[in-house]
């Protein structure tokens, strides 16, 4: 399985809310900047995150887009899901044209629950601890 492209910016603008939940909402054109990601096509991503009721958004001089939760409750299927249009429904239909005894049929019910599993298992929190941890692991040589 492979995450499309606006699963992992999606992953990623969630990630740069969440290191910066303490401070002023975050303005698009920051995020694309920290990221190297389009702006417009993060323009794409927050509608639907919005949509699934992950983040917000505050006009104004002070304004930019924050997260609606803590990141501590919030899992990566949360953010998956709406950007993948539904990864697991996917997954049900393909396998609902089957035939009964078919055997891909038992593999897509394996993958679809573990694949469940993980993502609901890592929270926005566990992706902000994975980045510090790795941040302090850098070593530059001359």
């Known amino acids: 399985?492979?995450?499309?492209?606006?699963?992992?910016?999606?992953?990623?603008?969630m990630f740069r809310l969440a290191q910066y939940r303490n401070s002023e909402p975050l303005h698009l054109s920051r995020i694309a900047a920290l990221e190297g990601i389009s702006q417009k096509y993060l323009g794409q991503i927050v509608i639907l995150l919005k949509g699934a009721g992950?983040?917000?958004?505050?006009?104004?001089?002070?304004?930019?887009?924050?997260?609606?939760?803590?990141?501590?409750?919030?899992?990566?299927?949360?953010?998956?899901?709406?950007?993948?249009?539904?990864?697991?429904?996917?997954?049900?239909?393909?396998?609902?044209?089957?035939?009964?005894?078919?055997p891909t049929r038992r593999i897509l019910d394996l993958l679809r629950e573990k694949i469940v599993e993980t993502l609901e298992g890592i929270t926005l929190d566990d992706i902000v601890g994975?980045?510090?941890?790795?941040?302090?692991?850098?070593?530059f040589e001359i």
């Open 130 to 139: 994975w980045h510090a941890e790795d941040a302090g692991n850098i070593v």
């Open 1 to 13: 399985m492979k995450l499309s492209t606006r699963s992992r910016y999606g992953l990623r603008l």
């Open 54 to 102: 992950l983040i917000d958004s505050r006009r104004g001089a002070h304004g930019g887009y924050y997260l609606t939760r803590e990141p501590a409750a919030i899992t990566a299927l949360e953010i998956v899901e709406p950007l993948e249009g539904g990864l697991i429904e996917s997954l049900e239909r393909r396998e609902s044209g089957q035939i009964r005894g078919c």
